[in-house]
């Protein structure tokens, strides 16, 4: 978008450019007539835009006209109209070719990236991960806005995400994220809820972790691991969460060596474009019907549709929560659904 932007802004630059030269040429002709001829303001501004625009009204009659006049007038119609010619054919790009329209849809994007809230940032690295997560928040219907230093990849990435999502929908700024700290700012870093960082070098992630964690002290930061040791580096610089592809590449397939038909239920989901499943974490207040029942009596699935797959209660995780569980105030109930509106009925339980 930051390119689309720049060619816009000189198209715009050279269409100012044009008017701005016609102008000083008009000015030109005017102040000249004005001082050989001895014509007065009017006059002079007169001839000289019937010089420039080629309607001439011929030469006066009284001809008393000096080689200077003649080299004057000659002057002034080669270079007024050559700047003329120039300055018409911006002004036609311009608004033939798509360019005020292309303009204008691009200041309402703009307009609607600055406006952004509770969103997250993607800082995608030319592997690819960066390109998975977008697709699954556009799935979902998460805002985001895609950063990348290579246009070719944010092209690859558009390809892709047009598919879930309108190309109004899809905010991207092509700049290089770790030399550009102002890329952070345009992309929304003090109103974000997230930022994923899935750079090609350990040290990007850890550099970018940082100054994002100084723009934003609450945001949640998920960064990529390459090397285990970064992995408390990363912890160090601010990231909430570190996600290690190598230890969960090596997870999954030695757990297929001991089961080579086992597919995990995370599998059939993300590989599955009809399945749209989301999870949430919904805390149980003190003023909440649930509390002080079981998960049976609470009856969350049938009034709700959610599947409760795990409880919290301070440190300690409950995994597939027994139905005879009580449900307490400060618990947070960890569960999934296919629809926004299910997360909403539970909150308000």
Request: net charge neutral; charged share 25%; aromatic share 8%.
């Amino acid at each position: 978008m930051e390119e689309d932007r720049s060619l816009i802004r000189k198209r715009v630059i050279g269409l100012i450019i044009g008017l701005g030269s016609l102008g000083l040429v008009i000015l030109f002709g005017t102040l000249g007539y004005m001082y050989i001829e001895k014509w007065d303001f009017l006059t002079s501004i007169f001839w000289s835009v019937i010089t420039l625009s080629t309607v001439g009204y011929g030469i006066p009659k009284n001809n008393n006209m000096t080689v200077s006049d003649y080299v004057f007038i000659i002057l002034l119609i080669v270079v007024g109209i050559s700047i003329f010619l120039y300055t018409l054919g911006n002004i036609a790009a311009f608004l033939f070719d798509g360019e005020l329209r292309k303009y204008s849809r691009l200041r309402k994007k703009m307009k609607k990236m600055e406006n952004l809230k509770d969103h997250c940032i993607i800082a995608g690295g030319r592997r690819g991960i960066g390109k998975y997560v977008a697709i699954q928040l556009a799935m979902n219907k998460y805002p985001f806005v895609f950063v990348a230093r290579d246009k070719d990849y944010v092209e690859d990435a558009r390809g892709s995400l047009l598919k879930y999502i309108d190309e109004k929908d899809f905010y991207y700024i092509v700049g290089d994220i770790t030399t550009d700290e102002s890329i952070l700012m345009k992309a929304g870093i003090k109103s974000a809820k997230s930022i994923v960082i899935a750079l090609t070098d350990d040290s990007l992630n850890v550099h970018v972790s940082l100054i994002a964690r100084s723009m934003n002290k609450s945001i949640n930061i998920i960064s990529e691991a390459l090397e285990e040791p970064v992995i408390k580096r990363l912890n160090y610089a601010g990231a909430n969460s570190v996600i290690s592809p190598v230890e969960i590449a090596a997870s999954r397939m030695s757990s297929l060596v001991f089961d080579p038909s086992l597919r995990s239920f995370t599998d059939i989901v993300h590989k599955n474009e009809n399945v749209e499943l989301k999870s949430a974490e919904i805390p149980v207040n003190l003023n909440s019907k649930m509390a002080g029942k079981t998960l049976q009596e609470a009856k969350i699935s049938e009034e709700t549709g959610l599947i409760v797959i795990a409880i919290r209660k301070e440190d300690k995780v409950i995994f597939n929560p027994p139905l005879s569980t009580e449900i307490e105030s400060g618990m947070t109930l960890i569960v999934i659904g296919s629809d926004d509106s299910q997360f909403a009925n539970l909150r308000k339980v």
